[in-house]
């Protein structure tokens, strides 16, 4: 008989004490009691993790919810605007990465 496969999204969080945690995404398949992530994670032996478990047709349903929402949102605002908006965000996150290397 085969065995019941179960794909999903999942959130791993490494948890080192001095550096902020990195989130992770990564998709992993359940087989016989074992999550199996489907590509090598770039963890150190004995690394703890905090995961969080996605199935993916919910994730991609969520997905797909939020997506909807943001297009409805973004119809009455003039493609113009939004390019623009992002242009500065970007501008802003870049300045602000330069300035936090600068005083590393």
Same mark, same amino acid.
């Given at each position: 008989?085969?065995?019941?496969?179960?794909?999903?999204?999942?959130?791993?969080?490494?948890?080192?004490?001095?550096?902020?945690?990195?989130?992770?995404?990564?998709?992993?398949?359940?087989?016989?009691?074992?999550?199996?992530?489907l590509?090598?994670?770039?963890?150190?032996?004995?690394?703890?993790?905090?995961?969080?478990?996605?199935?993916?047709? /919910?994730?991609?349903? *969520?997905f #797909?919810?939020?997506?909807? @929402?943001?297009?409805?949102? =973004? %119809?009455?605002?003039? /493609?113009?605007?939004? *390019?623009? #908006?992002?242009?500065q965000? @970007?501008?802003?996150?870049? =300045? %602000?990465?330069?300035?936090?290397?600068?005083?590393?």
């Amino acid at each position: 008989m085969p065995e019941a496969r179960r794909t999903g999204i999942i959130t791993c969080m490494a948890l080192p004490k001095s550096i902020h945690p990195t989130e992770k995404a990564f998709r992993a398949v359940y087989e016989n009691g074992v999550l199996r992530p489907l590509r090598p994670l770039r963890l150190k032996e004995q690394s703890r993790v905090l995961v969080t478990l996605y199935p993916e047709r /919910q994730w991609r349903n *969520e997905f #797909e919810r939020v997506l909807q @929402r943001m297009k409805a949102r =973004a %119809k009455a605002i003039p /493609q113009d605007d939004i *390019e623009a #908006e992002v242009t500065q965000a @970007r501008a802003e996150v870049k =300045a %602000k990465r330069g300035a936090a290397r600068r005083s590393a």
